[in-house]
């Protein structure tokens, strides 16, 4: 018997509306948002011994964005998300769950994904991130694919936003160089229309994990290395920038004919390739290996760096703002990094049925109010919780002692 089926013909969405399973998980919006602040070549080599040549011989890149005091990972993954619903004429409300990929939330906990949740006024959503470095996008598409297909969920929002500047040891020339900062998000919504995410291939070797590593909470003993006790530094990325480049190139190639062969197609048959934006001449290699033209690859890295989970999704905004995408045509993605984690997927993109139109007026006002409603909900919700708490400030010590000594009583092995 196919339980999967008959569990899905029962499922509910989190709003408790009884549905039935979708067969497709279409991308139907898109948003991208990168801080204004520009640091060039220039501006790094005045921080570290190195050159404008040099970098953009060897990685393709000639500035990045860096977020000022005021932004971080959620408020530049808001105004993505912001966009992405817009484009798809979603409002907050209709959204059943949130993932944002990242290595750079504000907390281990809250999620940026639930602080986006919480400021777009997504009440009837479930948030979390998802930890998989520059490949947590992909993985992230794919899980929500998943919950579509499942028939719990039919409106996704995922997202891939990063700070990586910082993470970044500004003293070290082989990585500051790299990373840059910016958010980008998609919607995933359920179609019965043929198409959307086709395939999916997620791997990781977690035998390469001193590789590529930010150290946090916790960090100690890997393998018998002492994390901070060899030079590394806490909160700070550490990379052996050779083998990555090394394992960057074979996975690529691997991945996306595997990604390929799972959605039933020929590497020639996709249009384009959105990959991870790490180094220009990774893509040029990868091209190489695979046989195939490098400007099948849609690349930006010369304007943004790498912006670890958040470079793939603001990779596909602007080749759909250059017009390089077109309904049915098949697209892939692929994505590597720390862990090390690898993961490609083919896309077959909306055809007009699926692809929305311009946003009503009447829900473009509907997503204003929801946002203002937000703020005021959580200005509310805190002061009325910090008015809560002084009340019980002020009641006797004595007697709350008293009911507490009561409550051991009454229940001594709370
Ligand atoms: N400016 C000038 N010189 C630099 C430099 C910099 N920013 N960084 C390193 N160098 C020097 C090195 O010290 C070395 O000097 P030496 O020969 O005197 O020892 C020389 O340049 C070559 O270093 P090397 O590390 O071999 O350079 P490379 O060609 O491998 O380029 C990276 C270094 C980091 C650009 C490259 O390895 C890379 O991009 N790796 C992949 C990183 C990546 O994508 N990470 C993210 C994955 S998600």
Redesign the pocket.
């Given at each position: 018997m196919d339980t999967t089926n008959t569990a899905a013909q029962h499922a509910r969405t989190t709003t408790g509306a009884r549905m039935t399973p979708a067969q497709y998980a279409h991308i139907v919006g898109w948003g991208m948002a990168v801080p204004e602040t520009v640091m060039t070549n220039d501006d790094i080599s005045a921080i570290?011994?190195?050159?404008d040549e040099?970098?953009q011989a060897?990685?393709g890149i000639r500035e990045r964005r860096i977020a000022s005091a005021s932004e971080s990972t959620a408020t530049l993954g808001l105004k993505a998300a912001q966009r992405a619903l817009e484009v798809a004429d979603v409002l907050p409300a209709e959204l059943d769950l949130i993932i944002c990929a990242t290595s750079t939330p504000e907390h281990i906990f809250p999620s940026a994904a639930s602080l986006i949740q919480s400021w777009l006024g997504a009440n009837n959503a479930g948030a979390f991130d998802l930890s998989a470095?520059?490949s947590g996008f992909v993985y992230g598409v794919h899980m929500a694919a998943q919950a579509i297909r499942s028939g719990s969920t039919r409106t996704v929002l995922v997202l891939g936003a990063e700070t990586m500047s910082r993470v970044m040891d500004w003293n070290d020339?082989?990585?500051c160089?790299?990373f840059g900062d910016g958010a980008g998000a998609v919607v995933l919504k359920a179609s019965d229309v043929e198409g959307g995410v086709l395939s999916a291939v997620l791997r990781s070797d977690g035998t390469g994990g001193d590789l590529?590593g930010i150290p946090s909470v916790g960090s100690h003993d890997i393998d018998g290395v002492t994390e901070i006790s060899n030079g590394h530094k806490f909160g700070k990325m550490h990379?052996n920038?050779?083998e990555?480049?090394k394992f960057?190139t074979r996975v690529i190639a691997d991945s996306l004919t595997q990604a390929a062969q799972q959605a039933g197609i020929a590497l020639a048959d996709v249009k384009l390739i959105v990959p991870?934006q790490?180094?220009a001449?990774?893509l040029h290699s990868a091209a190489r290996s695979l046989k195939i033209s490098e400007s099948l690859f849609m690349t930006n890295i010369d304007r943004y760096g790498?912006t670890?989970a958040a470079s793939i999704p603001i990779a596909l905004c602007e080749a759909i703002q250059q017009g390089r995408i077109q309904a049915n045509d098949y697209i892939a993605f692929v994505g590597?990094?720390?862990g090390l984690t690898w993961a490609s997927m083919v896309v077959q993109w909306g055809s007009p049925e699926v692809t929305p139109g311009s946003p009503s007026f009447i829900n473009r006002q509907r997503r204003q109010l929801s946002y203002r409603l937000a703020a005021w909900r959580r200005a509310l919700l805190r002061a009325s919780r910090s008015i809560g708490s002084s009340f019980i400030r002020l009641r006797p010590t004595q007697g709350r002692m008293d009911r507490l000594k009561h409550k051991a009583e009454r229940y001594p092995f709370d």
């Open positions: 570290v011994e190195t050159s040099w970098i060897r990685t470095a520059c020339r082989s990585t160089i790299l590529l990379m920038g050779g990555v480049f960057a991870h790490a180094n001449r990774i790498n670890s590597f990094g720390g």
